[in-house]
Protein backbone atom coordinates (compact mmCIF):
# COMPACT_ATOMS: atom_id res chain seq x y z
CA UNK A 1 0.00 0.00 0.00
CA UNK A 2 0.81 3.72 -0.56
CA UNK A 3 2.70 5.26 2.42
CA UNK A 4 0.86 8.20 1.99
CA UNK A 5 -2.44 6.39 1.97
CA UNK A 6 -1.44 4.09 4.68
CA UNK A 7 -0.75 7.24 7.15
CA UNK A 8 -3.91 8.34 6.46
CA UNK A 9 -6.03 5.20 7.24
CA UNK A 10 -4.13 5.12 10.50
CA UNK A 11 -5.16 8.81 11.35
CA UNK A 12 -8.76 8.25 10.55
CA UNK A 13 -8.32 5.02 12.80
CA UNK A 14 -6.67 7.12 16.05
CA UNK A 15 -9.47 9.15 15.89
CA UNK A 16 -12.15 6.52 15.20
CA UNK A 17 -10.47 4.48 18.36
CA UNK A 18 -10.38 8.00 20.11
CA UNK A 19 -13.99 8.94 19.46
CA UNK A 20 -15.55 5.45 20.77
CA UNK A 21 -12.94 5.84 23.86
CA UNK A 22 -14.84 9.11 24.77
CA UNK A 23 -18.55 7.89 24.23
CA UNK A 24 -17.31 4.75 26.59
CA UNK A 25 -15.64 6.90 28.86
CA UNK A 26 -19.36 9.46 29.12
CA UNK A 27 -21.15 6.27 29.83
CA UNK A 28 -19.08 4.44 32.39
CA UNK A 29 -17.37 7.44 34.28
CA UNK A 30 -14.11 5.21 34.81
CA UNK A 31 -11.23 7.50 35.67
CA UNK A 32 -8.94 4.39 33.76
CA UNK A 33 -10.84 4.43 31.19
CA UNK A 34 -9.28 7.99 30.27
CA UNK A 35 -9.71 8.55 26.47
CA UNK A 36 -6.33 9.40 25.79
CA UNK A 37 -5.08 6.89 27.42
CA UNK A 38 -7.16 4.40 25.95
CA UNK A 39 -6.39 5.38 22.94
CA UNK A 40 -2.89 5.00 23.24
CA UNK A 41 -3.21 1.38 24.47
CA UNK A 42 -5.15 -0.01 21.36
CA UNK A 43 -3.41 2.14 18.81
CA UNK A 44 0.01 0.84 19.95
CA UNK A 45 -2.24 -2.93 20.33
CA UNK A 46 -3.06 -2.22 16.49
CA UNK A 47 0.29 -1.29 15.20
CA UNK A 48 1.98 -4.23 17.23
CA UNK A 49 -0.57 -6.80 15.77
CA UNK A 50 -0.46 -5.13 12.08
CA UNK A 51 3.24 -5.47 12.12
CA UNK A 52 3.45 -1.80 10.83
CA UNK A 53 6.46 0.56 10.85
CA UNK A 54 6.04 3.93 13.01
CA UNK A 55 7.35 5.66 10.25
CA UNK A 56 4.17 4.59 7.94
CA UNK A 57 1.90 5.67 11.12
CA UNK A 58 3.69 9.11 11.09
CA UNK A 59 2.96 9.75 7.57
CA UNK A 60 -0.14 10.53 9.37
CA UNK A 61 0.08 11.20 12.96
CA UNK A 62 2.36 13.84 12.40
CA UNK A 63 -1.13 15.72 12.40
CA UNK A 64 -2.35 15.43 15.51
CA UNK A 65 1.27 16.07 16.80
CA UNK A 66 0.85 18.98 14.94
CA UNK A 67 -2.34 20.83 16.87
CA UNK A 68 -1.08 19.47 19.87
CA UNK A 69 0.87 23.46 19.91
CA UNK A 70 -2.56 25.50 19.25
CA UNK A 71 -4.43 22.67 21.70
CA UNK A 72 -2.06 24.01 24.55
CA UNK A 73 -2.25 27.65 23.32
CA UNK A 74 -6.10 26.96 23.26
CA UNK A 75 -5.90 26.51 27.19
CA UNK A 76 -5.38 30.44 27.52
CA UNK A 77 -8.89 30.61 26.92
CA UNK A 78 -10.94 28.97 29.84
CA UNK A 79 -7.62 30.52 32.15
CA UNK A 80 -8.96 33.58 30.81
CA UNK A 81 -12.03 33.08 31.44
CA UNK A 82 -11.35 32.88 35.24
CA UNK A 83 -8.84 35.17 35.58
CA UNK A 84 -10.68 36.87 39.16
CA UNK A 85 -10.20 33.55 40.90
CA UNK A 86 -6.38 33.14 39.93
CA UNK A 87 -5.72 37.48 40.93
CA UNK A 88 -7.66 36.67 44.30
CA UNK A 89 -5.71 33.29 45.11
CA UNK A 90 -2.16 34.57 43.36
CA UNK A 91 0.11 34.09 46.11
CA UNK A 92 -1.56 30.66 46.69
CA UNK A 93 -1.15 29.40 43.24
CA UNK A 94 2.59 30.86 43.48
CA UNK A 95 3.48 29.13 46.45
CA UNK A 96 1.63 25.49 45.36
CA UNK A 97 2.90 25.13 41.89
CA UNK A 98 6.77 25.87 43.00
CA UNK A 99 5.73 22.90 45.76
CA UNK A 100 3.97 20.98 43.06
CA UNK A 101 7.42 21.57 40.50
CA UNK A 102 10.26 20.60 43.33
CA UNK A 103 7.92 18.01 45.20
CA UNK A 104 7.73 15.93 41.38
CA UNK A 105 11.30 16.27 41.16
CA UNK A 106 12.92 15.49 44.11
CA UNK A 107 10.88 12.37 45.03
CA UNK A 108 11.39 11.05 41.45
CA UNK A 109 15.26 11.44 41.61
CA UNK A 110 15.68 10.97 45.66
CA UNK A 111 13.72 7.32 45.24
CA UNK A 112 15.78 6.66 41.94
CA UNK A 113 18.94 7.62 43.59
CA UNK A 114 18.14 5.81 46.99
CA UNK A 115 17.61 2.09 44.71
CA UNK A 116 21.10 2.74 43.00
CA UNK A 117 19.62 3.76 39.83
CA UNK A 118 22.28 4.61 37.42
CA UNK A 119 23.04 8.49 37.31
CA UNK A 120 21.67 8.92 33.50
CA UNK A 121 18.66 6.88 34.56
CA UNK A 122 18.49 9.35 37.41
CA UNK A 123 18.45 12.44 35.01
CA UNK A 124 16.07 10.92 32.99
CA UNK A 125 13.22 11.04 35.81
CA UNK A 126 13.85 14.65 36.73
CA UNK A 127 11.15 16.16 34.26
CA UNK A 128 8.43 13.06 34.86
CA UNK A 129 5.92 15.78 35.66
CA UNK A 130 6.43 18.04 32.97
CA UNK A 131 4.58 17.19 29.45
CA UNK A 132 6.53 14.55 27.29
CA UNK A 133 7.48 17.29 24.65
CA UNK A 134 8.77 19.50 27.68
CA UNK A 135 10.40 16.28 29.22
CA UNK A 136 12.04 15.59 26.34
CA UNK A 137 14.26 18.50 25.67
CA UNK A 138 14.84 18.57 29.50
CA UNK A 139 16.49 15.52 29.34
CA UNK A 140 18.24 16.07 26.71
CA UNK A 141 19.82 19.21 27.98
CA UNK A 142 20.61 16.87 31.16
CA UNK A 143 22.36 14.26 29.09
CA UNK A 144 19.61 11.65 30.13
CA UNK A 145 17.77 9.03 27.96
CA UNK A 146 15.31 11.08 26.24
CA UNK A 147 12.51 8.02 25.16
CA UNK A 148 13.17 6.67 28.69
CA UNK A 149 11.79 10.24 29.83
CA UNK A 150 8.85 10.46 27.47
CA UNK A 151 7.53 7.02 28.67
CA UNK A 152 7.43 8.14 32.30
CA UNK A 153 6.11 11.47 31.46
CA UNK A 154 3.07 9.90 29.67
CA UNK A 155 2.86 7.00 32.22
CA UNK A 156 2.75 9.75 35.05
CA UNK A 157 -0.30 11.57 33.24
CA UNK A 158 -1.95 8.47 33.01
CA UNK A 159 -1.69 7.82 36.61
CA UNK A 160 -2.53 11.14 37.78
CA UNK A 161 -5.36 11.26 35.48
CA UNK A 162 -7.04 7.82 36.43
CA UNK A 163 -6.22 7.84 40.23
CA UNK A 164 -5.31 11.76 40.99
CA UNK A 165 -8.95 12.84 41.51
CA UNK A 166 -10.00 9.68 43.84
CA UNK A 167 -7.06 9.98 45.87
CA UNK A 168 -7.60 14.21 46.44
CA UNK A 169 -11.19 13.63 47.65
CA UNK A 170 -9.81 10.53 49.86
CA UNK A 171 -7.29 13.09 51.09
CA UNK A 172 -10.29 15.56 51.96
CA UNK A 173 -9.37 17.69 49.21
CA UNK A 174 -12.43 19.61 48.00
CA UNK A 175 -11.48 22.80 46.08
CA UNK A 176 -12.17 23.19 42.81
CA UNK A 177 -8.96 25.37 42.18
CA UNK A 178 -6.85 23.05 44.38
CA UNK A 179 -7.85 19.82 42.51
CA UNK A 180 -7.10 21.63 39.25
CA UNK A 181 -3.74 22.82 40.26
CA UNK A 182 -2.77 20.01 41.59
CA UNK A 183 -3.96 17.69 38.22
CA UNK A 184 -1.81 20.26 36.40
CA UNK A 185 1.39 19.70 38.00
CA UNK A 186 1.39 16.41 38.88
CA UNK A 187 -0.33 15.52 35.66
CA UNK A 188 0.44 17.48 32.77
CA UNK A 189 -1.98 17.17 29.70
CA UNK A 190 -3.63 14.06 31.06
CA UNK A 191 -4.39 15.27 34.48
CA UNK A 192 -5.54 18.71 32.62
CA UNK A 193 -8.00 16.54 30.10
CA UNK A 194 -9.08 14.89 33.47
CA UNK A 195 -9.63 18.31 35.38
CA UNK A 196 -12.20 19.90 32.64
CA UNK A 197 -14.32 16.88 32.91
CA UNK A 198 -14.75 18.14 36.46
CA UNK A 199 -15.64 21.68 35.83
CA UNK A 200 -14.26 25.35 34.16
CA UNK A 201 -12.36 26.06 37.00
CA UNK A 202 -10.56 22.90 37.47
CA UNK A 203 -9.45 22.54 33.91
CA UNK A 204 -8.02 26.22 33.67
CA UNK A 205 -6.36 26.00 37.07
CA UNK A 206 -5.04 22.90 35.75
CA UNK A 207 -4.22 24.21 31.86
CA UNK A 208 -2.29 26.95 33.67
CA UNK A 209 -0.19 24.57 36.28
CA UNK A 210 0.87 22.77 33.51
CA UNK A 211 2.25 25.19 31.90
CA UNK A 212 4.32 27.08 34.28
CA UNK A 213 5.73 23.50 36.16
CA UNK A 214 6.71 22.81 32.78
CA UNK A 215 8.48 26.02 32.65
CA UNK A 216 9.80 25.58 36.39
CA UNK A 217 10.85 22.06 35.87
CA UNK A 218 13.59 23.53 33.30
CA UNK A 219 14.52 25.91 35.54
CA UNK A 220 14.97 23.94 38.26
CA UNK A 221 16.27 20.72 36.62
CA UNK A 222 19.75 21.22 36.73
CA UNK A 223 19.87 22.43 40.41
CA UNK A 224 17.93 19.17 40.96
CA UNK A 225 20.26 17.33 39.57
CA UNK A 226 23.17 18.55 40.80
CA UNK A 227 21.96 18.01 44.62
CA UNK A 228 21.99 14.26 43.67
CA UNK A 229 26.03 13.89 42.15
Not at 26 to 34: E, G, H, K, P, T
Not at 135 to 151: D, E
Amino acid sequence: MNPDLAGALWLVVTVAVYALARAMYARVRVSLLNPALVTIVVVIGLLRFSGAEWTTYYRGGHLIAYWLGPAVVALGVPLALQLATVRRNVVDIAAALVAGALVGMLVAVGVAWLLGAPPVVVRSLVPRSATSSIAIAITTRLGGIPALSAVVSIVTGAMGAGLGVALLRLAGVRSALATGLALGAAAHGFGTARAADEGDVEGASAGMAMGVVGVLTALLAPVVVALVR
